[in-house]
C-alpha cells in the first residue's frame, strides 16, 4: 500500500441551489447542507482509501452564513491525515451567484470515515497521508488533537490519556 498525497483524493463537488432544497425562509436546510457534505467527504475517504468507507462520526459542522435559493455552492473535501482504519475529512463550502461572482466560505465541517474490506465489510488498513503545503500540514497535526477529542467525547478514551491534548494546553 504506497503513501498518499492530499491531492490524490481531494474532491470537488458543484450544487445549484433550488427551491427544493430550501426552508420557508428561502436558505438552504441545513440538514440538506449536511447530506451534500457527507456525500462529498465519503467519495474524499473513498478515493484514499480505495474502498467503501462508512461514517463514523461528525465532529463539527459549522452554518455560519445562510446559503439562499439560487445560490451556487462549491464543496471542496480533503483528507486532513489517515489512522490505521479511520480518516478525518475536512470540507469546505463556499457560495457564489450564478455567475460565479461575490463567492465566500459559508460552511465547514470535519467527518470521520472508516474504510471496509470487500470480502466481509469489516475495518481496514488506509493508507498514510502524506501533507506537501503549510496548509496540509497544519490541518495534518490538528486531527491528531480532534481525534482524542472525539474519543473522549464518545468514551473510548479517558482524558488523562489524550497525550496531544494535554501537551497543546502545556505550550500556552
Avoid at 490524490?8 to 436558505?27: A, F, K, V, W
Amino acid at each position: 500500500m504506497k503513501d498518499k498525497l492530499v491531492s490524490e483524493s481531494r474532491t470537488i463537488m458543484t450544487e445549484l441551489i433550488m427551491p427544493n432544497d430550501t426552508n420557508p425562509l428561502g436558505n438552504m436546510m441545513g440538514g440538506n447542507l449536511m447530506r451534500l457534505m457527507d456525500i462529498g467527504a465519503g467519495i474524499c475517504a473513498g478515493k484514499h482509501s480505495e474502498a467503501h468507507v462508512v461514517t463514523a462520526s461528525v465532529d463539527h459542522v459549522s452554518f455560519q452564513v445562510p446559503i439562499p435559493m439560487g445560490s451556487v455552492i462549491t464543496l471542496t473535501s480533503t483528507v486532513t491525515r489517515a489512522f490505521n482504519t479511520s480518516m478525518e475529512v475536512y470540507t469546505e463550502v463556499h457560495v457564489a451567484d450564478i455567475t460565479g461572482a461575490n463567492t465566500r466560505k459559508s460552511n465547514h465541517s470535519y467527518m470521520t470515515f472508516v474504510a471496509l474490506n470487500e470480502k466481509d465489510k469489516k475495518p481496514c488498513k488506509v493508507p498514510v497521508l502524506r501533507p506537501v503545503s503549510a496548509e496540509e500540514q497544519k490541518l495534518f497535526e490538528g486531527a491528531v488533537r480532534r481525534r482524542e477529542l472525539r474519543l473522549i467525547l464518545s468514551g473510548r478514551i479517558e482524558p488523562k490519556d489524550a497525550i496531544e491534548m494535554k501537551n497543546l494546553f502545556r505550550e500556552t
